[in-house]
T-cell receptor
């Protein structure tokens, strides 16, 4: 049962343009959502998060949007840079005691 | 504050041997996760532990795999009688509650 889904395994974007990574979830008990970035041969690094009481959180070039009614979140990166090329995982967690659940990841490639 | 430390970074084992992977969480973190990443695949949850307790082990294979997070010392993921299919990158993450911070991983190669 895949509770967190990233339906696009890959995304290719031109440098300077916007990258939009999408994530859907099915568990309505999730109330905190996170995005991680992973380079090859390294551990994932935390990027940005959002609580279910908000619909937007911004940090520099990164903005996460949450649509609770659609059970959908997205990560916007603007402007995209070649160094942003990595695998991006969305993750969700619910009430205390539940564990972090990850999506399958989306490989972002930003072309110079 | 040091990050999550995993060791060894690379581990080579012959089929049938035991593999022990260690994870020292960040200071003050009482939750530890273990994930496995097979080649060309995403992160697969294995086990979620608190100090001296296994909270969720729904992702652990039923045989040969075990994990612990003792009161003192690192969390250990143990794989007994390794097989070639166990070759993967194993990531540990620690968490105070929500955000999880990952180590650099241990790459296990079974020959």
């Amino acid at each position: 049962d895949q509770q967190v889904k990233q339906n696009s395994p890959s995304l290719s974007v031109q440098e300077g343009r916007i990258s939009i990574l999408n994530c859907d979830y099915t568990n309505s008990m999730f109330d905190y959502f996170l995005w991680y970035k992973k380079y090859p041969a390294e551990g994932p690094t935390f990027l940005i998060s959002i609580s279910s009481i908000k619909d937007k959180n911004e940090d520099g070039r990164f903005t996460v949007f949450l649509n609770k009614s659609a059970k959908h979140l997205s990560l916007h990166i603007v402007p995209s840079q070649p160094g942003d090329s990595a695998v991006y995982f969305c993750a969700a967690i619910g009430t205390s005691g539940s564990r972090l659940t990850f999506g399958e990841g989306t490989q972002l490639t930003v072309n110079p | 504050n040091a990050g999550v430390m995993q060791n060894p970074r690379h581990l080579v084992r012959r089929r049938g041997q035991e593999a022990r992977l260690r994870c020292s969480p960040m200071k003050g973190h009482s939750h530890v996760y273990w994930y496995r990443q097979l080649p060309e695949e995403g992160l697969k949850f294995m086990v979620y532990l608190q100090k001296e307790n296994i909270i969720d082990e729904s992702g652990m294979p039923k045989e040969r795999f075990s994990a612990e997070f003792p009161k003192e010392g690192p969390s250990i993921l143990r794989i007994q009688q390794v097989v070639r299919g166990d070759s993967a990158a194993y990531f540990c993450a620690s968490s105070p509650f929500a955000e999880a911070f990952f180590g650099q991983g241990t790459r296990l190669t079974v020959v």
